[in-house]
């Protein structure tokens, strides 16, 4: 028996001042308390309790003894309720990680009613459109937008993206608008300022896919700020529709090449490290984003049909 079990035995005998009453609470017989009591006695090298046929009483070393287990087994008892607590009511710290254009538009929007659902959450956000490692960088849940490889992580998909080619208004007018790929060589075409795919504009042409690099006189590391580059006329955005449907919508961008699209989706993930114990913050955080993107996602009503 550990020195916690024996701890919380002598606290009983004392309690109850009683070996056999003690033993009926433990589920014991009273030869295994007394056999306890008395190890436990040989252990500290002192007696704790004074016997005699009629009580128990504690010596001075016993009493002394008695009061410092009281603390310790409360704060044993107080840290596994927390910990059943954690198993049932999100509760802590959630970190979270998104894509930069995603996590701007549509994951800081449901941490409101997240943390007014569960008050005793903390959310950390962190936007960035890098790959990161869950484990290394302590991430409970990440977004991700692209065709998993095989993997230990658990993904639950959530939506479907596709990136499209779109212009402002104003930009149309003053430059025209591109009938193939291959005219967009004469466009300005504003990509990211860091090595990625997504400068890679991929078409349907007629030998199949093909991958084309373009650029032109604006690059930024954000994919907030190239969206908000296109609608003010800078050039030609080739982007997901998530961060464009409602321009779109609102008339502020014009798809083009729509012809040329691939028409393989990329799915939409939150992924999250494989746990028997999915903890309660992730599962809370999991629902909410399944709720709000299926059965369909909330910029699907402003695509064009």
Same mark, same amino acid.
């Given at each position: 028996m550990d020195k916690s079990s024996e701890m919380a035995v002598f606290v009983r005998v004392v309690d109850t001042e009683s070996f056999s009453q003690a033993a009926r609470a433990l589920k014991l017989t009273p030869s295994a308390v007394s056999k306890?009591?008395?190890?436990?006695?040989? +252990?500290?090298?002192?007696?704790?309790? /004074?016997?005699?046929?009629?009580? !128990? @009483? =504690?010596?001075?070393?016993? +009493?002394?003894?008695?009061?410092?287990?009281?603390?310790?087994?409360?704060?044993? %008892?107080?840290?596994?309720?927390?910990?059943?607590? =954690?198993?049932?009511?999100?509760?802590?710290?959630?970190?979270? /990680?998104? @894509?930069?254009?995603?996590?701007?538009?549509?994951?800081?929007?449901?941490?409101?009613?997240? !943390?007014? +659902?569960?008050?005793? =959450?903390?959310?950390?956000?962190?936007?960035? %459109? @890098?790959?990161? /490692?869950?484990?290394?960088?302590?991430? %409970?849940?990440?977004?991700?937008?692209?065709?998993?490889?095989? @993997?230990?992580?658990?993904?639950r998909k959530l939506a479907t993206a596709k990136r499209m080619v779109a212009a402002a208004p104003s930009y149309l007018e003053q430059y025209g608008t591109p009938h193939s790929p291959a005219d967009l060589k004469d466009h300005n075409c504003l990509t990211l300022s860091f090595e990625t795919q997504l400068n890679q504009w991929e078409f349907k042409v007629n030998d199949g896919p093909q991958h084309f690099r373009f650029s032109g006189n604006f690059e930024t590391n954000n994919a907030v700020a190239m969206e908000q580059a296109a609608v003010a006329g800078m050039g030609l955005i080739r982007a997901a529709d998530f961060v464009i449907a409602a321009d779109i919508a609102a008339g502020r961008l014009v798809p083009v090449l729509t012809d040329y699209e691939i028409d393989e989706p990329t799915n939409i993930y939150a992924v999250y490290s494989h746990n028997r114990h999915l903890s309660p913050k992730v599962r809370a955080f999991v629902d909410i984003l399944v709720e709000t993107f299926t059965p369909e996602p909330p910029w699907a009503k402003d695509l064009p049909k």
């Open positions: 306890l009591i008395s190890r436990l006695e040989d +252990r500290l090298g002192t007696r704790l309790l /004074n016997r005699t046929t009629r009580r !128990l @009483s =504690l010596t001075e070393e016993g +009493r002394t003894y008695y009061q410092r287990c009281l603390p310790i087994l409360a704060a044993i %008892d107080e840290a596994e309720r927390e910990l059943t607590e =954690l198993h049932t009511e999100p509760k802590g710290l959630l970190k979270v /990680n998104s @894509s930069t254009a995603f996590g701007h538009m549509y994951v800081a929007p449901l941490l409101p009613e997240l !943390l007014d +659902r569960y008050p005793e =959450l903390r959310v950390q956000l962190t936007l960035t %459109d @890098s790959i990161v /490692n869950l484990v290394e960088e302590e991430v %409970d849940v990440a977004i991700r937008i692209a065709r998993m490889p095989d @993997s230990t992580l658990i993904a």
